[in-house]
């Protein structure tokens, strides 16, 4: 079993600016490190190293995503207004200012860089050059629009992934199942209405986005069940998320019966995030791998993507991350959790009442998309 493994050192030099922390520029704001530090994949990167794991994997050649590629799910208008910014001296923002992604000088080529990663690892899977492939990618794509930049998001890489290999392979079936803490909006806004492209986003309630990724919201009219919200309260852990992919992805998945999985894997679910609530551990990155590498195996012969989204702990998400490029490739390092006491020890990993009725929330909805009951 081989796995594709895709990093380039430009990642790095994305340009967040010197806004502290999420906290946009102005009066009384000292500048500092912006939440989203490069230092988090550059050692992420360096573990998959010096753990040896990198010997095992398959490394990918990237090419920038093209105007073609980019216009399959972004408009003209939106790539116009990225070359306008990218010309700024001091850059501009991505999201024309309403959602603060920084977006500087050169940043262009490595936001087609990121995208092209992503599409690099699908294309290996469909070549079976590789079975499965990792792209650590920077900047991620889950909240980016077909018309704008969305909180740090330029390109949306999973989506023009989706797109290229339907475009280039005649693949028409694709389940992308979303564990960053935040809701992939994005994603869900892009493949809406389109009941071949199967979306499934298991997030914080509520974080950011605040107006999306309610339970209730589970496709357009021609794709009524297509789109899978599992938001789960502040505070969620091991049992909750594995209750949810019991009870929601794993059947969901498998009745879609997709020709492929990608999987966009944010860390700001971990429990020393500083962006998100939740109490995720490296053993519960694995085990998630793990299921989805099942459900890959039993639908789409182990076709399986795995994009970097989010994740702001710099010491914390190299260890989760190295679990998920372990389970992928089959090797065990000997790294492991050096704080697992402190995750797996915790009490609250156990599932609470109202965790388990977010859960019933989602079923409900789901049933009544797809199984809708007869007038009476
Ligand atoms: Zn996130």
Redesign the pocket.
Known sequence: MKTGWVYKDEYNWYDMGRSPGLIPPGRFVEPGDHLDQPDTRRRAASLVHTSGLAERLTPLRVAPASDTELLRVHTRDYLDFLIEQDALPKGGYADRGIWRTPFGPGDLEIARLSAGGVVAAARAVMEGTVQNAYALVRP?G?HALPDRGM?LCVFANVALAVQAVRHEYGVSRVAVIDW???HGNGTQEIFWDDPDVLTVSIHQDRL?QLSTGDADEVGGPGALGACVNVPLPPGSGTHAYREAFRRIVIPRVRDFGPELIVVAS?Y?ASFFDP??HMLLGVRDYRWMTEQVMELAAGTCEGRLVVAH???YSPWYVPFCMLAVVETLAGELTEVGDPVGFIVEGNPFQEISPDQARAVDRVEAALNAATHPRPAS
Request: glycine share 28%; hydrophobic share 20%.
């Open positions: 991620p889950h909180a960053d803490v935040h950011l944010g700001d962006n998100g989204e989010g994740g």
